[in-house]
Antibody, heavy 121, light 106 residues
Framework: QVLLVQSGAEVKRPGASVKISCKTSGYSFTTYYVHWLRQAPGQGLEWMGLIHPFHGKTDYAQKFQDRVTMTRDTSTSTVYMELSSLRSDDTAVYYC??????????????WGQGVLVTVSS | DIQMTQSPASLSASVGDRVTISCQASQDISNFLNWYQQMPGKAPKLLIYDASHLETGVPSRFSGSGSGTEFTFTINNLQPEDFATYFCQQYDDPSTFGGGTKVEIK
């Protein structure tokens, strides 16, 4: 079955960076985009960007353009999201999610379990 | 960014009711809209894509309609497992979500 398993919770100081992994299985890793999203406590969802695992091309939301880096490792079918210059308002649950098909419909059919990143001094 | 205004923010309903949620886009997004269900502490689940297409395995009591700037999500014959929060997502440019609608038991 399709699985996306994310790394564990993180606690970071303001100004630090965090790198979260998302290990995928059960489907052709290099065929489908993987998206990253986040959800602050009690809030709605925020799209951060995506990566295509075949060639590594990325598309970031303008808000995160200068702070986020998405990469992949095809040997382990894993994608990574690194967010730098962390602030307290970056405290959120971070999700990876698989693009549903090979079209440009940003429908996300499988999700990781989410990773809580807490930014606090 | 395209703003998605979702309403109501919450509603109370009973098992068997029909529930309707609206999502309004700040500009024309054609049919580039999806709907998700989220249970507390869980990741969202895709229900509807391209405004009106039911995702595989999702019960037919869920439906979506609309195009342009006005969209509607409907649950017919509300079931106990449907009490959750629902989000719309536009992916015209590039992607933003509505604020969510929490469906609670009356």
């Amino acid at each position: 079955q399709v699985l996306l398993v994310q790394s564990g919770a993180e606690v970071k100081r303001p100004g630090a960076s965090v790198k979260i992994s998302c290990k995928t299985s059960g489907y052709s890793f290099t065929t489908y985009y993987v998206h990253w999203l986040r959800q602050a406590p009690g809030q709605g969802l925020e799209w951060m960007g995506l990566i295509h695992p075949f060639h590594g091309k990325t598309d970031y939301a303008q808000k995160f353009q200068d702070r986020v880096t998405m990469t992949r490792d095809t040997s382990t079918s894993t994608v990574y999201m690194e967010l730098s210059s962390l602030r307290s308002d970056d405290t959120a649950v971070y999700y990876c999610a698989k693009h549903r098909d090979v079209s440009m419909v940003y429908a996300l059919d499988y999700w990781g379990q989410g990773v809580l990143v807490t930014v606090s001094s | 960014d395209i703003q998605m205004t979702q309403s109501p923010a919450s509603l109370s309903a009973s098992v068997g009711d029909r529930v309707t949620i609206s999502c309004q886009a700040s500009q024309d997004i054609s049919n580039f809209l999806n709907w998700y269900q989220q249970m507390p502490g869980k990741a969202p689940k895709l229900l509807i894509y391209d405004a009106s297409h039911l995702e595989t395995g999702v019960p037919s009591r869920f439906s979506g309609s609309g195009s342009g700037t006005e969209f509607t999500f409907t649950i017919n014959n509300l079931q106990p497992e449907d009490f959750a929060t629902y989000f719309c997502q536009q992916y015209d440019d590039p992607s933003t979500f509505g604020g969510g609608t929490k469906v609670e038991i009356k």
